[in-house]
């Protein structure tokens, strides 16, 4: 089955701590894509990544960091310096724009609890 | 700054009665913009799309949405809608050009179809 997939599903950790949620697709898609979701405020956009080794920040980067060492994988880092980092992250690919409407493909989502 | 705003948090309808949830956006250039739902328990998913063409675009379920370029407005519309449509609904502007893959979303609209 093509998709994409995240873990954990749950996550807790500790104030203070790092924290890497993974996210891997089998689309063969050129970009990915970091999304937070709070209850009433949508997803906002947190980085996002068109070629293996680029990426650029989205809307609310600020204590987060990613890499792009493969294709197929996008695992992005909640660092002690995100203020509030408890939240539901979803992980989304695509192709490249202007290829028909490069609509997001996404995983099931990765609810981190910070205690 | 893009941005995307949805008029209603939450919708209440009973079976059969039409819907019509406003969509509005922001951007100077090119967009392609997207209709998503999340139904309870599932992964986020495409509704239906526009990137070019015929503004009057039709998605699965029997979902249609008009593109009105001169309002800047993507409203999405079903002339009946079903109980098991609940869900939320989620509008999503995604640029083309020098801001290509820097998707903004809109807060999303709760619907609940009473059977």
């Known amino acids: 089955d093509g998709g994409i997939t995240q873990s954990p599903k749950y996550l807790f950790r500790k104030e203070g701590q790092n924290v890497t949620l993974s996210c891997e697709q089998n689309?063969?898609?050129?970009?990915m894509y970091w999304y937070r979701q709070d209850p009433g405020q949508g997803l906002r956009l947190i980085y996002y990544?068109?070629?293996?080794?680029?990426?650029q920040k989205g809307d609310i980067a600020e204590g987060y960091s990613v890499s792009r060492e493969k294709k197929e994988s996008f695992p992005l880092t909640v660092t002690s310096a995100q203020k509030n980092p408890t939240a539901f992250y979803l992980c989304?690919?695509?192709?490249?724009?202007?290829?028909?409407?490069?609509?997001?493909?996404f995983g099931p989502g990765t609810r981190l609890t910070v205690l | 700054a893009q941005s995307v705003s949805q008029h209603n948090h939450h919708v209440i309808l009973s079976e059969a009665a039409s819907l019509e949830l406003g969509c509005n956006y922001s951007y100077g250039g090119t967009v392609n913009l997207f209709w998503y739902v999340q139904y309870p328990g599932q992964h986020l998913q495409l509704l239906l799309k526009y990137f070019s063409g015929d503004p009057l675009v039709k998605g699965i379920k029997g979902f249609e949405a008009e593109f009105i370029k001169s309002k800047f407005s993507f409203n999405l519309r079903k002339p009946s809608v079903q109980w098991s449509d609940t869900a939320e609904y989620f509008c999503a502007v995604n640029p083309l050009g020098t801001n290509a893959g820097k998707s903004t979303f809109g807060d999303g609209t709760t619907l609940t179809v009473k059977p």
């Open positions: 990544s068109q070629i293996v080794n680029d990426f």
């Open positions: 689309l063969n898609h050129d970009a």
């Open positions: 989304a690919s695509s192709t490249l724009p202007g290829t028909g409407g490069y609509e997001q493909f």
